[in-house]
């Protein structure tokens, strides 16, 4: 079993993650600003702030692989980047690979096609900086990561999240940058959670994007 790291393991995707993970046996240490109203069975909860170099140290070094949970939104809205290139910076140090839970923006519709984010138009335009921070982190600054940095960048499908949580349905499909189903397919948090934490196991993927749907 795997040492494991959440950094944002109370958020949507990230606590979904800790639960799969742990109920798999690994050795799980979920990172959060505050502790979840309901803990898990054989979960280290490391209460701390993820922009802080000192509290992410022992965590990132203690483990086997890390993920990162986090969103840049409330207080990270501004920092998410730095927040991202420090955890890069630290498990590329320690020799750790970084899963990281990403959007689907950055996705195509098809091979070769155009990417969802070049057009944002029937988004609403509050999100469009968050969209764009979550995005650049695949599209720049992980690529960008020295090659000691062993990385995979996890989608999930265009309808995700706490607004529509979806059901579980115990399966998943697993593509590249091209989305399973563009035509706004969607996928639960524990049936992403599933498919994330058979990425960590098998780990295939290498300094790759990877989409998770149904």
Do not use: C
């Not at 494991?4 to 799969?20: D, F, H, L, R, W």
């Not at 809205?77 to 690979?97: E, Q, S």
């Not at 968050?130 to 989608?155: H, N």
């Not at 399966?171 to 960590?200: K, Q, W």
């Amino acid at each position: 079993m795997s040492r494991i790291t959440v950094i944002g393991g109370t958020g949507y995707a990230g606590s979904a993650i800790v639960a799969e993970a742990a109920a798999r046996g690994h050795q799980v240490t979920a990172l959060s600003r505050s502790l979840p109203e309901k803990r898990i069975p054989n979960v280290v909860h490391v209460v701390g702030d993820v922009t802080d170099e000192a509290t992410l140290l022992a965590p990132v070094r203690g483990a086997d692989v890390v993920v990162g949970a986090i969103a840049p939104r409330g207080p990270l809205a501004a920092v998410f980047r730095d927040a991202y290139r420090t955890i890069m910076r630290l498990a590329g140090a320690a020799g750790v690979p970084l899963f990281v839970v990403g959007g689907a923006s950055t996705l195509r519709p098809a091979p070769g096609a155009d990417r969802f984010i070049t057009d944002l138009s029937h988004i609403p335009a509050e999100l469009h900086d968050e969209i764009r921070a979550g995005a650049a982190i695949v599209l720049e600054d992980l690529p960008a990561a020295p090659a000691s940095l062993d990385w995979v960048f996890v989608s999930p499908a265009l309808r995700f999240g706490a607004k529509m949580p979806g059901e579980r349905l115990g399966r998943y499909r697993l593509g590249d940058d091209v989305a399973v189903d563009p035509e706004g397919g969607a996928i639960s948090a524990p049936d992403y959670a599933l498919g994330f934490v058979d990425l960590i196991e098998k780990h295939e993927h290498h300094r790759a994007q990877v989409n998770l749907g149904h």
